[in-house]
């Protein structure tokens, strides 16, 4: 008798970053653009099981003398280049990233939990990235050395 073993695919993971960007925040709602990455490194005939999008940054400084933090929920948001859609990513809360006045604090990592896996491409394009309806109040913050990132885990 022969038992024949069945194997399972092994799940992976890669990050992959941005190159550094500053954003600057204002009381005016806008849609910033931000970073956006170049996929690579997926092995061929990779399936792709969840991605998730990050979102980073050196420091935050408030620059106009006023305690100020974010106005209204906002929200990341990450599109493939080329054939994709404006997709949520990150949720950012009403007063989320206070600051006080003429104050500079080290950054942080954000990471979503909104499966973007539709809008990662294939090895050489390119996943775009924004900051919609981006509003602070009373004030207005820098985001310094801000770089995005994607985790795919992925089956080969």
Do not use: H
């Not at 970053?17 to 690579?40: D, K, Q, R, Y």
């Not at 493939?80 to 990513?89: C, F, I, L, R, Y």
């Not at 896996?117 to 985001?143: C, H, M, S």
């Amino acid at each position: 008798m022969s038992l024949l073993m069945k194997t399972r695919p092994t799940l992976s993971s890669i990050d992959l970053w941005s190159g550094f960007g500053v954003i600057t925040i204002t009381t005016t709602a806008a849609a910033l653009a931000l970073p956006f990455i170049e996929v690579g490194g997926l092995p061929d005939g990779a399936v792709i099981t969840r991605a998730v999008a990050m979102l980073k940054w050196r420091a935050i400084m408030e620059t106009t003398d006023n305690p100020v933090s974010l106005q209204g929920n906002q929200e990341i948001q990450v599109e493939m280049s080329v054939g994709g859609t404006w997709t949520d990513a990150i949720y950012l809360l009403n007063q989320q990233l206070a600051v006080v006045a003429l104050c500079k604090e080290f950054g942080d990592v954000l990471i979503g939990s909104q499966d973007i896996k539709d809008q990662v491409p294939g090895n050489g394009e390119f996943i775009d990235f924004q900051w919609l309806n981006a509003r602070v109040y009373d004030g207005e913050i820098e985001l310094q050395d801000l770089q995005t990132g994607v985790r795919i885990w992925f089956t080969a």
